[in-house]
């Protein structure tokens, strides 16, 4: 079977950047990943991220540049590079204040999850014991996202929540890292009622290859994950899903306890970076994923849908103004 | 004489914005104006303004946008609009990291003073007693200024900085508003050996319009003015110079307080806003000082020049990106 040679999108990676990474970006034909420059982060520290990443951006402008539309991914594919989307996975950098979304915006923030794990200013994470559902600064928020172009991901969110935000929005949500809790039950993973609310509306799933999300763990086969995907079209359909690996490649151990106790917590947990599946370590290894999707039975437009041609409709859709503001609409 | 009906820009406004002074700009036919987002501010504290900013825009967009090219005045002129363009009275909000010059671009930042008064972590405010030039890091700065398109402004550094910076800068900068020492002899002022240096350079000067900078103070004349810029054409060339007003129209006092002593001090200086010449008071007057330009003799094409033709072609050479990063040329 010929390699795939389609446009390739993660939906979330969150490595620790190098220009190894970026060449495997490019050695793997990746076209486009969506990066996570916060977990915890300040407004003010999370621009220092955005510093680092420029920095990136002028050192290696032969690799990766930083991505705001659907045209730059076409741009990325036409020019041999990857373009890197930015995306919060809390919504810790807007603080209290509205008007940081239109200002993340300007800042090229694409993605902002509206809560992580834990109960957010806006909406309810996953691993709370209950979900009060979208607050009255999130309903706000969600109406500024739609406004400016920032796409709502309720990955790490709870499941009212994450409804009442797929009926709030006017826009399509994203879940750019999880799977089908019925392949494997865990807080982070998804019900068929979220996952059909989803799809119905447009929205993506971008399934993850993080072990604890995934069946058998670190020993998860290529096969059981692509039988995964062929249930979760069968649901969905096999144009509202992706894949969004959660790439932690070469992070230390440290990273991950931050991910979980960030600030909040004295408590800490210990936690370490499971292995990969053997089948996926590195941005080297999405050409085999798609081999493995034809081989459950996806035809090949399913399948570069699937790749990376679904994630960019999405973000095609996904990342304009919604329209331009109205004359006048509000007065002193 | 026919009612002066070019394009007007100011080089630096910094009133008590408020609808009737959005009108205002409308009415007086200001085309783009030049104002202060910050004095003091830190980084986040000028974002936070910038997202005031925004609120107006959204609340009056017949009346103001955002302003970032030089296209975007002509686009206010054909929307019989004013276009708003942000800059620094001093570089506190870029704090002691480089990558923020590139962040502050990206939210619409196009001009930067490098130091208020007071000696600066990139140069010397006019009130100090010594001037040891342009610092290490004022270096750095400049060059990711002049790279990116922020307009350097000089108008409240010392004498051996600005000509330090003139010298060191690869696009022309700006003293948006001053005047020559030559009328009115104080710190604020610019020596004659600054105005040829800047207008060799192709920089430019706004003429300033606040008492403490004109001859006679509030009691200063149209034609004394208007004399003043006859005699800097002169020195300078007709193409070199323009009007940066000063306004601080409706401010309370407190606000000419928080300029001169910030954070830094703990001596107040018990400062209040003179009262403006009776000439110049609100944004309805500036087709009054066309009309004086031309009595002092400039033709007309100079009057259109002085009045805001001059700062437009500043603002189409300084507000874009230098060149095209060079492809990898630094590799780790």
Redesign the interface.
Known sequence: MASFDGIIIDGLQYCHWS?KIFRDLQRGGVTAIHVTIAYHE???EM??N???W??W??????LIFHGRTGADVRKARETGRTAVFFGFQNPSPIED?I??V??CH???IRFMQLSYNNQSLLATGCYEAEDPGITRMGKEVIREMNRFGIAIDMSHSAERSTLEVIELSSRPIAITHANPSSWRDVARNKSETVLKALAETGGMLGFSLYPHHVKDSSDCTLASFCEMAARTAELMGADNIGIGSDLCQDQPDSVVEWMRTGRWTKQLTGATFPAQPSWFRSNLDFRGIADGLRQVGFGKEEVAGLMGENWLRFFERSFGAEAE????S???
């Open positions: 220009e300040t407004f003010r621009v220092g955005i510093a680092n420029n920095r951006f002028e050192r290696f402008p032969d204040e008007g940081l239109e200002i300007q800042l090229g503001p109205q004359a006048a509000v007065k002193s």
